[in-house]
Each structure stands twice: as C-alpha cells, then as structure tokens.
C-alpha cells in the first residue's frame, strides 16, 4: 500500500507538518487517514524542502507545547518547546492563508492556526480542570458539545460527540475571523473554524488515532474534498 500512495499523483497532494521522529505514530495514522479520503499524505518536517505550489490542502498536527513567547506568556518551567518546528509551522499556515488552501490543524495545530491569527492559549490547563481528567488517553472517553448551526456540527451530524484527549494547553482568547465551536465539560475550547469564508477547521483531539470511527474520519474526508475542488480549479 505504502508504495501505491506514494505513486498515485492524481490525489490531492495534502501536506502534513511534524516532528522530525523517524517513528511517528501520528504521522502514520494521519497518513492513512489522508489515503482512506482520498488523498495522498505528503510529510513536511524541519529541513524539509517541499514545493509549497504542490499542496492543495494542509494538515498542522500534534505534538509538543507551542513557545508561549509567541502569544505574550511565560514559559513553564520544565516544558520542552521545540521552536524550529514552532517557526516552520508558522510559514506553512501563512501560505495556507494566503493561497487560501484548505486547513486542518490538529491539537497543537489547532492552537497554532489560532496564535498565528492573533489569538492567545492558556499555557497550562492542569489547574482549569474540574469534570474532565488531566490523565491523558487515546481513546475516545471525552464529551464534547459542538455548537448548533456550525459548520463542524453539520459535518460531524450530531452535537455532541466522544473524543480522546492528549494536551495540556488550550486555546484562550479566539483571534478575529475564528469561532470557537467545541467545548468539553469544563467549557475549554475543543474546536475552532473560520467565519470569512476560508476553508479552516481546528480540532484540540487527534481525529487520525480515531479514524477508525466514520464522524472522525469526516474530517479528513472534508479537507481531501476541499483540496480536490480546488486541484480542478487549477
């Protein structure tokens, strides 16, 4: 299979950013998820040189703590930020931006896709929770409620849904042109999506160890069919 989605070039290249681990599970799963949709995964990591004009969608996935010193706030004492990575995401979303491609960002993508806008996180969510668990978990044990009328309720087909929860920052003042969508039981923000009209969906759960699951995969499905309509247009 591996060498089919490598060979097949009529699917949508997606883009999707990393870390530089030679065994990333996320990478893997989101790979696969992207390929079940459709499309066809293609791995940016730093030092990577991918032409930028052979993306149709993009993909900011999980993993370590955004530096607090891009929205305003004080690093916690002990936290690894991996700051190259921070510096090559922020490049791949303003692309997005600008070429207006479609844009999933996944956990830390999410809070990403929101700080590059001009909205700021909470560094540390340990002591805001109260109904849910610090303990983190891949499988699905979370409810979220998302918002009647949205966009991702109409995608998802229900407004409230089970989700796993693998972060310890969240987002905290939602920058101009996104609406926060999604909340858990502690009214921490769960999901985020555009209001101008940009193709844009931010999820603080990872959808790609969930695929498994239809509601989850519609995401990726979602993201895939966005980059399909504008690789005809093109």
Excluded at 17 to 35: D, H, M
Excluded at 100 to 105: A, D, Q, R, V
Excluded at 166 to 187: K, P, R, T, W, Y
Aim: net charge positive.
């Amino acid at each position: 299979m591996a060498e089919r989605i490598r060979e097949n070039t009529s699917r949508p290249a997606i883009g999707v950013t990393g870390n530089s681990k030679k065994y990333s599970p996320s990478w893997f799963s989101i790979r696969l998820a992207v390929f079940l949709s459709g499309g066809r995964a293609v791995r940016i990591k730093v030092g990577d040189n991918v032409d930028l004009q052979s993306l149709a969608g993009l993909i900011i996935s999980g993993g370590d703590d955004i530096d607090p010193a891009l929205y305003g706030d004080e690093p916690q004492e002990g936290v690894y930020y991996d700051r190259q990575r921070d510096g090559m995401e922020i490049e791949y979303i303003q692309h997005a931006l600008r070429e207006n491609l479609p844009l999933l960002g996944i956990c830390r993508g999410h809070q990403l896709i929101n700080t590059v806008l001009g909205g700021t996180l909470h560094s540390s969510i340990r002591s805001m929770r109260v109904k849910t668990s610090n303990r983190w978990s891949l499988l699905p044990k979370k409810r979220v409620r998302v918002n009647d009328g949205s966009k991702l309720c109409r995608l998802l087909g229900k407004p409230s849904i089970w989700v796993n929860s693998l972060h310890s920052q969240a987002i905290d003042g939602v920058a101009e042109h996104l609406e926060e969508i999604a909340f858990d039981d502690d009214n921490i923000i769960q999901a985020i999506e555009s209001m101008n009209g940009q193709q844009i969906f931010g999820v603080q759960w990872h959808p790609e160890y969930l695929c498994f699951l239809p509601r989850q995969l519609r995401l990726f499905r979602w993201l895939v069919g966005e980059a399909k309509k504008r690789k005809q247009q093109d």
